[in-house]
């Protein structure tokens, strides 16, 4: 059973920065051989992609809202993906999670269970 976790997510002021982590286990194969995204899911809203990273890491996505501000990375030897977070805004307040696309279908087929970002103004 494939199982992500993350880990990093705490209050932080406008401004400043933190990085989450994500260690999948039960993966068949490397970390780097799955589209891994981050997505994340503030009060009333709905749940939205924040990143994502392809297989062998040859492409990125970012929504608009974090470009330039948010790095989405993975440490294969690790079997660990990263979203380093520079510039928090308010807005960016929310549970963030991972998810590992283990079948290479463009679906996200586990979530791990999320990290609450707070970001105070």
């Known amino acids: 059973q494939v199982q992500p976790v993350e880990s990093g997510g705490g209050l932080v002021q406008a401004g400043g920065s933190l990085r989450l982590s994500c260690a999948a286990s039960?993966?068949?194969?490397?970390?780097?051989?799955?589209?891994m995204g981050w997505f994340r899911q503030a009060p009333g809203k709905e749940r939205e992609l924040v990143a994502e990273?392809?297989?062998?890491?040859?492409?990125?996505y970012y929504a608009d809202s974090v470009k330039g501000r948010f790095t989405i990375s993975r440490d294969s030897a690790k079997n660990t993906v990263y979203l380093q977070m520079n510039g928090l805004k308010s807005e960016d307040t929310a549970v963030y999670y991972c998810?590992?696309?283990?079948?290479?279908?463009?679906?996200?087929?586990?979530w791990g269970q999320g990290t609450q970002v707070t970001v105070s103004s």
């Open positions: 998810a590992v696309d283990a079948i290479g279908d463009f679906r996200y087929d586990y």
């Open positions: 039960g993966l068949t194969f490397s970390i780097s051989r799955y589209r």
């Open positions: 990273l392809s297989r062998s890491s040859s492409n990125t």
